[in-house]
């Protein structure tokens, strides 16, 4: 199963890293713009000389009680880099937005997907992905960054992401979006308690049934921190072993920090896969 991402045609039946590339003012500890684009350049030619085939730029923290970003300040974080990346590094840039400006925007610059955390819930945002042409992953969350990790409650997680998938699906096709198009993520952490979340890792690989690839993101989350009692820099291995079970079951893209070693445990879950 191949998709294209802005000319650039990856085998989906193959799990592949995406490396995460925080542009937010806290992620480097930069004196100005002209520093944080710069370091940001270095990080993303590190992690795709460890092997990622997708670097995710996200220019707007997800982090509940962050500070709202401004449209200008997130088009000025992201544009710089997407840029220079788009300019420099054979890998595929995806977009960590929900706003349409930053879709359209980036899009024309290079990027290679869009990576919306609220699934194209943001007025204009599925006419954006439609006509920005390129990938779109459509992750579930329940409300907003803000309050999702409140009182997270569901009457059945599987069947309530599956349902919440299939609707913003739906939407997206509706205004354009083209099926081949689109990779699905049931968004963990997102509004979701430590148990809805191993329940999602659990029964993961019912989510083929809705016909797109799947993205994970688990690396570092807080549901590692819970169950191994390990702070966010201790959570390498448990950040490893959610890859690899992500990785055995389907997952066509892990979302992580830890390229060079995600990339390895990979290899080793598709060198079984081949031997068949
Ligand atoms: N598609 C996709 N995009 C993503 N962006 C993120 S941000 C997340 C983090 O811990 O990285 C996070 C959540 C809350 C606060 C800070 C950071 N997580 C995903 C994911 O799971 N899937």
Same mark, same amino acid.
């Given at each position: 199963?191949?998709?294209?991402?802005?000319?650039?045609?990856?085998?989906?039946?193959?799990?592949?890293?995406?490396?995460?590339?925080?542009?937010?003012?806290?992620?480097?500890?930069?004196?100005g713009?002209?520093?944080?684009?710069d370091?940001?350049?270095?990080?993303?030619?590190?992690?795709?000389?460890?092997?990622?085939?997708?670097?995710?730029?996200?220019?707007?923290?997800?982090?509940?009680?962050?500070?709202?970003?401004?449209?200008?300040?997130?088009?000025?974080r992201?544009?710089?880099?997407?840029?220079?990346?788009?300019?420099?590094?054979?890998?595929?840039?995806?977009?960590?937005?929900?706003?349409?400006?930053?879709?359209?925007?980036?899009?024309?610059?290079?990027? /290679?997907?869009?990576? #919306?955390?609220r699934?194209?819930?943001?007025?204009g %945002?599925?006419?954006? *992905? @439609?006509?920005? &042409?390129i990938?779109?992953?459509i992750?579930?969350?329940?409300?907003?960054?803000?309050?999702?990790q409140?009182?997270?409650?569901?009457?059945?997680?599987?069947?309530?992401v599956?349902?919440f998938?299939?609707?913003r699906?739906?939407?997206?096709?509706?205004?354009?979006?083209?099926?081949?198009?689109i990779?699905?993520?049931?968004?963990?952490?997102?509004?979701?308690?430590?148990?809805?979340?191993?329940?999602?890792?659990?029964?993961m690989?019912?989510?083929?049934?809705?016909?797109?690839?799947?993205?994970?993101?688990?690396s570092?989350?807080?549901?590692?921190?819970?169950?191994? /009692?390990?702070?966010? #820099?201790?959570?390498?291995?448990?950040?490893i072993a %959610?890859?690899?079970? *992500? @990785?055995?079951? &389907?997952?066509s893209?892990?979302?992580?920090?830890?390229?060079?070693?995600?990339?390895?445990?990979?290899?080793?879950?598709?060198?079984?896969?081949?031997?068949?």
């Open positions: 199963m191949e998709m294209s991402f802005a000319g650039r045609v990856l085998d989906m039946s193959r799990c592949h890293v995406m490396g995460i590339l925080n542009v937010t003012p806290d992620s480097f500890s930069d004196g713009k002209f520093n944080s684009r370091a940001a350049l270095v990080r993303a030619r590190q992690m795709v000389a460890d092997g990622a085939a997708f670097i995710d730029v996200g220019g707007e923290s997800t982090r509940p009680g962050a500070a709202p970003v401004s449209l200008q300040e997130e088009l000025d992201v544009c710089p880099v997407v840029e220079a990346i788009a300019a420099e590094l054979d890998t595929v840039i995806s977009v960590d937005t929900s706003s349409p400006e930053v879709m359209a925007e980036t899009a024309k610059l290079g990027a /290679g997907l869009i990576n #919306d955390v699934a194209l819930q943001r007025s %945002a599925p006419q954006a *992905a @439609a006509a920005a &042409g990938p779109v992953c992750m579930h969350i329940q409300g907003e960054p803000d309050t999702m409140d009182r997270p409650e569901y009457r059945n997680v599987r069947r309530e599956s349902s998938l299939t609707e699906m739906r939407v997206a096709e509706q205004a354009g979006v083209l099926p081949e198009n990779i699905l993520d049931p968004g963990f952490g997102f509004g979701k308690s430590l148990e809805h979340n191993l329940q999602l890792l659990a029964s690989e019912q989510l083929h049934i809705l016909g797109h690839p799947l993205l994970i993101g688990i570092r989350k807080s549901m590692l921190g819970k169950i191994t /009692g390990r702070e966010v #820099d201790e959570r390498l291995p448990a950040s %959610a890859a690899t079970i *992500a @990785a055995m079951k &389907g997952a893209i892990v979302r992580v920090h830890d390229v060079r070693e995600t990339v390895d445990a990979v290899r080793v879950v598709a060198a079984m896969k081949e031997a068949g």
